[in-house]
């Protein structure tokens, strides 16, 4: 529920052979996100169940939860660093690569003798550290392959093919462990190799294609008023008062998907953490952005926890998978109904207002849930909840990419994950050890009042609440910037590199 576009003003009118050229370079890039974010959930869904039927303690299923959850924060630092260094379609291919290594690993492991605990934790883990390590380069990559004035769209339709995952995944996962383990691990390969495949076949469409930008914003005299020219001239890099952007080699302009990596043969590269803390620290001055990290990294806690801890419950309880499937089919169908408004929402309603809404809705279904006990209408509930966010999740993403300057994206993604996900591994934990100790419903409650904190916070946070409606993003990003980093000043905070993506 992050964390992780926005068109330009409605002045802009990007040709229509760009259109279809970056149409065709998003329908590759969705392709082989969705075939991996499919894998990811089948992991995710069968790993916990395993684990709990392999040792029969949810506390042990908490600590390979948790401790994947760690690892993929880790990873997710670094492979921000990475998606700025380095070409970010090569980054995708060698994840989906190293995602068929992994998914072959898991399927030999459910059909020999070795599965346990020790076996479980481990396959968890580097599934976890292939996710994070390239995970980030795929979402950052967005940003290279759909113009400004299409990248809220592109979210909105991001935010449905999520709910699909969710409202499919989980009773996909369901009917797939029912059969068996190593059933899970072949669809995990096919999906791997499918996004492996998509992510080629999008580096050869940039290797035949030359457009004159990547990012495709719009013209410069048709920025609006209050915009600087360059604000609206590619990855929203203007949003920086005071910076001047690199550019492409002259005469080499660059093709859907591809970014100069930071750094140059006359730039020396500083240390990953360096890198990394210039991306925080960006953020963090960043008054309508800081405040969004803070609500995505409570709201994920509490969230999480709560559907952790009806998960394990239920399967304590000896309720079959296919069954439990139907929790995450009700969160997909909330999310798939709310993604069919999404576009509409976003385009007409205040990010802010959006943001508030979306997390008052899902604290109102969390604190429903200790009354509710048959999965069917814990999903019906969930259904309710999640209504809001996929336009929440359209809004403060496509917000977020459209102020993010390009060189940062890779960087600036990873830490906004951090936060989104850096608290998501106590999750398990609490789930697990609440319920062992305190029961079902003080768990639940304990989880539904972190998500009250988050919503309380996005109410009263004033840089939240005023974020525009979708037209308003680049002039309101481009404002918040000028009054940051004033452009007379001759030693901007934030200084891009020689080259940059």
Known sequence: MTTRQAPAPATSTPSTPRRRGLGAA???WLASDTASALSTSLAGFAVPLLAL???GSPAQAGVIGAVGLAVRALATA???????RHDRLRLMIAGGLIGIVLAVAFTVLTLGPALGFASLLAV???LAARNGAFGTAASAALKDVVPASALGRAQASNQGRDAVIALGGAPLGGLLLGAGGWLVGAVMILCQLVATIAAGALRALRRRAALPDD???PAPESAGPGVPADAAAGHGDPTQAGVTPATPAAGKPEAPGEHAPSGSSSTPRRSARAELAEAFAWLWRRPDL????????IVNLGFNAVVTTVIYSLQQGGTPPTTIGLVSTGIGAGMLAGALAAPFLVAKVPAGLLTGLGLVLVTASTLALPWVHSPAAVGAVLAAGMAGTPALNAALLGYFMVATPSHLMGRATSVLDLFATGAMPLAPLLAGLGLALLGRGPT???GAGLCAVSAALALGTRQLRRLPAESGWVAHA?????SAEPASSTHPAVRPPAAQP
Do not use: E
């Open 26 to 28: 998003y329908g590759w």
């Open 53 to 55: 039927g392999v040792t």
């Open 78 to 84: 670094a492979g921000g660093v990475l998606a700025d």
């Open 124 to 126: 968890n883990a580097l």
């Open 215 to 217: 990012a495709a914003g």
């Open 290 to 297: 800081r405040g969004a990290l803070l609500v995505c990294t």
């Open 444 to 446: 639940l409650l304990i």
């Open 478 to 482: 481009a404002a918040i910037t000028a």
